[in-house]
T-cell receptor, first 116, second 109 residues
Framework: EAGVAQSPRYKIIEKRQSVAFWCNPI?????LYWYQQILGQGPKLLIQ????????DSQLPKDRFSAERLKGVDSTLKIQPAKLEDSAVYLC??????????????FGDGTRLSIL | DAKTTQPPSMDCAEGRAANLPCNHS???????VYWYRQIHSQGPQYIIH???NNETNEMASLIITEDRKSSTLILPHATLRDTAVYYC??????????FGAGTTVTVRA
């Protein structure tokens, strides 16, 4: 099966600009996650969707970050305006079943964002 | 979710078994142990998970102690492509993956 697709692979912007990332999960996966991974650290969950509804966005900086998953398939993550500390790799993951059922998450290769 | 402790780094020889330890002394009875790895410039890759019993798949084996306070991931025949950061995660719900610093494993020829 095809894996989780993300684009773009790399993005360079200046601070205070806006940026958007796109994710296409594995076909049939109802649950979708966005993670932020700062250099040298493990990924940190930003938001989780179940179909097109938000399950957990407690770690999402809502003053500048937004995410949507229209029609319960593709998802976009937006940052507006970007700050220097947002430089990171943004990872998308998907899983087949709702939480608690022991299904693993499958990750894309991420978008590396650099803020100048 | 329970915390985990892993060594920051370890080396192993190509073709030999790699044994990666993980301590999770505060694990509760219904928390799973998950292992993921992350090869440079790629997203994390699921390896294996278990609750109480030992588990084996095509990638690795997971040995969980009887008291469940620690576990070991075994890569039976390490190759250069197994060089990666390995994360041991204990979680009640599979969506709450809290990644620590992991163990950087370097496989040497």
């Amino acid at each position: 099966e095809a894996g989780v697709a993300q684009s773009p692979r790399y993005k360079i912007i200046e601070k205070r600009q806006s940026v958007a990332f796109w994710c296409n999960p594995i076909s049939g996966h109802a649950t979708l996650y966005w993670y932020q991974q700062i250099l040298g650290q493990g990924p940190k969950l930003l938001i989780q969707f179940q179909n097109n509804g938000v399950v957990d966005d407690s770690q999402l900086p809502k003053d500048r970050f937004s995410a949507e998953r229209l029609k319960g398939v593709d998802s976009t993550l937006k940052i507006q305006p970007a700050k220097l500390e947002d430089s990171a790799v943004y990872l998308c993951a998907s899983s087949r079943s709702p939480p608690g059922k022991g299904q693993p998450q499958h990750f894309g290769d991420g978008t590396r964002l650099s803020i100048l | 979710d329970a915390k985990t402790t892993q060594p920051p780094s370890m080396d192993c020889a190509e073709g030999r078994a790699a044994n990666l330890p993980c301590n999770h002394s505060t694990i509760s009875g219904n928390e799973y142990v998950y292992w993921y790895r992350q090869i440079h410039s790629q997203g994390p890759q699921y390896i294996i998970h278990g609750l109480k019993n030992n588990e084996t798949n095509e990638m690795a084996s997971l040995i969980i102690t009887e008291d469940r306070k620690s576990s070991t991931l075994i890569l039976p025949h390490a190759t250069l492509r197994d060089t990666a950061v390995y994360y041991c995660i204990v979680t009640l719900n599979d969506y709450k993956l809290s990644f620590g610093a992991g163990t950087t494993v370097t496989v040497r020829a």
